[in-house]
Every structure is written in structure tokens, then in C-alpha cells.
């Protein structure tokens, strides 16, 4: 059964941490594409709602991050918004939406952290598994994130979504160990988060990470 509440320190015995274990890319289509910081603005907006609303099962955000552009006027900076708590989840997109249309500067790129929605074993209680929103897997070391890069006068905006972990692998990365229960119960949840998107956007994933990634996560071994 899935908790409302945020699990900060799953247990790791079957699962670690591995820098670019998986990132998944797609290119944005025309209509994304902007002429002026306006414009720029409201394809952000749009892309973060579009993303979000496709994967709302499965990952939400709870910081949002504006990054402006080093310029005459700015220096680059990081503006974050974060989810607080009590406060209703769609109330915190809206308001976040509200910082990005008013944000003074050309945006150089957007950065959403995000909760998943996963099945993991707890330190507390070992022996039960649970379905619940996760954020952070070790120490600060987030479970996943975004990152939006729609550039004024650019061709080829993009959106990424990507991993530091093995979660979804069929085994630790460092040693070797099983992961084949939570591989199981968990790719599938990310392959449908996937295919959503990119069914959403019109648009093929492009994959890259540990050997055996495809578009929609990890393949089993015996199919690498």
C-alpha cells in the first residue's frame, strides 16, 4: 500500500548509489520553441506542467529550481522553490508557475528534484515491503530529477530525466548484489512513467546510463 508519507532512508542492501546510472531525453517539438524571454517563459510553464501531469503517479516535485542567465543584468543564479509543508501539492506547482512568469531575467535552464513513488524495503522494518514516495536514498542524495532546457533562438529544447542509483537494476552496481525482487516491481512502474511522456510529447526518448538501458528503464540481463 502506497504512504502519503516521505521516506528519506530506504534500505540499501540490494540497491546503491551510481553516478549516471540512467538519464532519458527527449527533444521538445516546435511549438516549445521561443523568440523572446516571454515566450521562453510560457514554454517552460508548459513543459513543466505537461511532465508533471504525466508522471504523477510516479514522481512529484518538491524543489523546483530556476537558473537565470549570466548576463548585463544578472549574474547566474539559482532561485529554488520548495514544497512546504501542509501545503496542497497542486497550490505549490501554481505557485511556482506564478515565480517563472514573473522571473525578471532570461532563464537558462530549469531544475525540478522529484519524489518517487516506489516499492523499498526500511531500515525500521527490514522484512516488510512497502510502496511509498521516496526522496532522498542516502544522506542527501536525491532520488531523481529533472532538468529543462528551453534556450531563446535555440533549435533543440530538451527535457532529461535521470537516476543516481539502482533501484530499477536487477543488481547493485557495486557489489553485485541481487536486486531482482525490487527490479521487478519497480521497472515496470518506470517504464509506464516513459512511455506516458513520450507518448505526451510526441516525442522518442533517446537513453543513456549502465549497460542494459533502453528507452522505458532497464532491461533484464538476459536481454542485453
Not at 534500505?11 to 548509489?17: A, R
Not at 542516502?138 to 533501484?167: A, N, V, W, Y
Amino acid at each position: 500500500m502506497m504512504q502519503d508519507k516521505v521516506i528519506n532512508k530506504p534500505l540499501l542492501d540490494t540497491w546503491d548509489y551510481k553516478q549516471d546510472a540512467g538519464d532519458w531525453d527527449i527533444q521538445l517539438a516546435s511549438e516549445f520553441i521561443c523568440s523572446s524571454e516571454e515566450q521562453q517563459k510560457k514554454s517552460y510553464m508548459k513543459a513543466i506542467k505537461m511532465t508533471l501531469d504525466t508522471f504523477y503517479d510516479f514522481a512529484r516535485a518538491y524543489q523546483i529550481s530556476i537558473i537565470s542567465v549570466p548576463n548585463s543584468r544578472s549574474q547566474l543564479g539559482r532561485i529554488s522553490v520548495e514544497w512546504q509543508p501542509e501545503e496542497e501539492y497542486i497550490k505549490y506547482i501554481e505557485r511556482t508557475l506564478i515565480k517563472i512568469n514573473n522571473y525578471p531575467y532570461e532563464i537558462y535552464e530549469i531544475e525540478i528534484k522529484v519524489d518517487l513513488n516506489v516499492f523499498i524495503y526500511t531500515k525500521e522494518d527490514p522484512q516488510k515491503l512497502i510502496r511509498a514516495w521516496v526522496r532522498y536514498f542516502d544522506e542527501s542524495l536525491e532520488m531523481g530529477e529533472f532538468s529543462i532546457d528551453i534556450q531563446t533562438k535555440d533549435k533543440d529544447p530538451s527535457i532529461r530525466f535521470f537516476i543516481e542509483h539502482t533501484l530499477f537494476y536487477p543488481f547493485s552496481y557495486q557489489n553485485n548484489e541481487d536486486n531482482t525482487e525490487l527490479f521487478e516491481l519497480n521497472q515496470p512502474l518506470l517504464e509506464k512513467a516513459l512511455k506516458n511522456w513520450e507518448n505526451k510529447f510526441d516525442s522518442k526518448i533517446e537513453a543513456g546510463g549502465l549497460k542494459g538501458i533502453y528507452k522505458y528503464g532497464f532491461l533484464t540481463e538476459d536481454q542485453w
